[in-house]
């Protein structure tokens, strides 16, 4: 199904548990700032809206997205979180360095999230340009940080519900 005319955000706040007692680390890039600012908006409002407490949701920081799981593996090995949303932009330039980054970062997250056993979200856009990762940080396409979080939200519940 194509997404060109969705809006891959919209979502029931019924279906979704609360998030009243889980612990976030939502760790965002700083490269592509506009973008993953935007990204990171969401996903913090959105958890807000989930019932999280502000306290219970720590924003830090990398310099890219290459960064994201080496912060991730911090974060996981403090055990102070249920979960890491790593928020970033990949845009597509005129070399291959675009598939380096994102094919090591998707890869970087999975394992980080299989070695701790604990939800690390992929929220990496990954665009050919600007302009789609505009659509995808709060433009007709909803925002990705919306979509994160609520991806975080499940799995610690999924966490929960097999012990």
Same mark, same amino acid.
Request: charge should be neutral.
């Given at each position: ?45 959105? @958890? ?5 407490? $502000? ?6 920081? *990398?310099?890219?997205?290459?960064? @994201? ?17 790593? @928020? &970033?932009?990949?845009?597509? &330039? ?25 939800? *690390? ?18 433009? $007709?396409?909803?925002? $990705? &940080?919306?979509?994160?979080? @609520? ?13």
């Amino acid at each position: 199904m194509s997404t060109a005319n969705h809006n891959l955000s919209l979502y029931n706040p019924a279906e979704i548990p609360s998030a009243e007692n889980f612990r976030f680390a939502v760790l965002v890039a700083d490269w592509n700032k506009e973008i993953t600012s935007a990204l990171c908006d969401g996903a913090v409002k959105t @958890l807000i809206e989930c019932r999280a407490k $502000k306290e219970n949701i720590a924003i830090l920081y *990398v310099p890219g997205s290459f960064e @994201l799981s080496g912060g991730a593996a911090m974060i996981a090995s403090s055990g102070n979180y249920d979960a890491v949303i790593c @928020l &970033g932009c990949i845009i597509q &330039g005129e070399t291959r360095h675009f598939d380096f980054i994102a094919q090591a970062v998707a890869i970087g997250l999975t394992n980080i999230s299989i070695q701790y056993n604990l939800p *690390v979200i992929f929220g990496v856009l990954t665009t050919d340009n600007m302009f789609q990762a505009s659509e995808r940080a709060g433009g $007709k396409l909803g925002n $990705k &940080g919306v979509e994160a979080a @609520l991806t975080a939200i499940r799995m610690i519940e999924l966490k929960k519900q097999l012990r």
